[in-house]
Antibody
């Protein structure tokens, strides 16, 4: 079964740091591009960051550029998000999500720009 | 990186069809065939419903369909069912190689 499990969330003071992890299983993690997406309480989805399968390409939303760093360890099937200089507006559930692909009746479909599957999310609260 | 524009809410009766729009610019929705749609029930992770404008992942009902014209993409749900009541989000690839979501649309099945 394909599974993504986030961890590392919690309560942190403004200006503090936190490192999120996402453990992948059930698929060849090293072949997939990965993303972090967040959702503030009661708000919509916001894309945060992208990393290619080999870590050659990395992109960030303007709202986190210079403060957050995405990385991955393909040997350990893990994705990370290092979050520094945290602000109240970073409070959100953080999801990791893979790029989409599937085999159906011998046909392979993929969409590097779509997100599937998703983890269950980890809550980050930035407050004093 | 402005969010894509979606209506805040739409509603329909069981059996009816509804359409949710998603408007961007030529730098995102209009520039690429990389629009995807997600369904999110309360307290749950989003689920991919449509990818690359009009493709359905296996297991997604054929009542869900996607299209695009110019800078506006659309998600149509036909034969509305009670379980379709959820929040729906569009997403697009952008010319900066980033991704952007819409603000989300709450679908109410009357």
């Amino acid at each position: 079964e394909v599974q993504l499990v986030e961890s590392g969330g919690g309560l942190v003071q403004p200006g503090g740091s936190l490192r999120l992890s996402c453990a992948a299983s059930g698929f060849i993690f090293s072949s997939y591009n990965m993303n972090w997406v967040r959702q503030a309480p009661g708000k919509g989805l916001e894309w945060v960051s992208y990393i290619s399968s080999s870590s050659n390409s990395i992109y960030y939303a303007d709202s986190v550029k210079g403060r957050f760093t995405i990385s991955r360890d393909n040997a350990k099937n893990s994705l990370f998000l290092q979050m520094n200089s945290l602000r109240a507006e970073d409070t959100a559930v953080y999801y990791c999500a893979s790029s989409f692909s599937e085999w159906v009746e011998g046909a392979y479909s993929t969409s590097p720009t779509s997100f599937d599957p998703w983890g269950q999310g980890t809550l980050v609260t930035v407050s004093s | 990186q402005s969010a894509l524009t979606q209506p805040a809410s739409v509603s329909g009766s069981p059996g009816q069809s509804i359409t949710i729009s998603c408007t961007g610019t030529s730098s995102d929705v209009g520039g690429f065939n990389y629009v995807s749609w997600y369904q999110q029930h309360p307290g749950k992770a989003p689920k991919l419903m449509i990818y690359d404008v009009s493709n359905r992942p296996s297991g997604v009902s054929n009542r869900f369909s996607g299209s695009k014209s110019g800078n506006t993409a659309s998600l149509t749900i036909s034969g509305l069912q009670a379980e379709d009541e959820a929040d729906y989000y569009c997403s697009s690839y952008t010319s900066s190689s980033t991704r952007v979501f819409g603000g989300g649309t709450k679908l109410t099945v009357l």
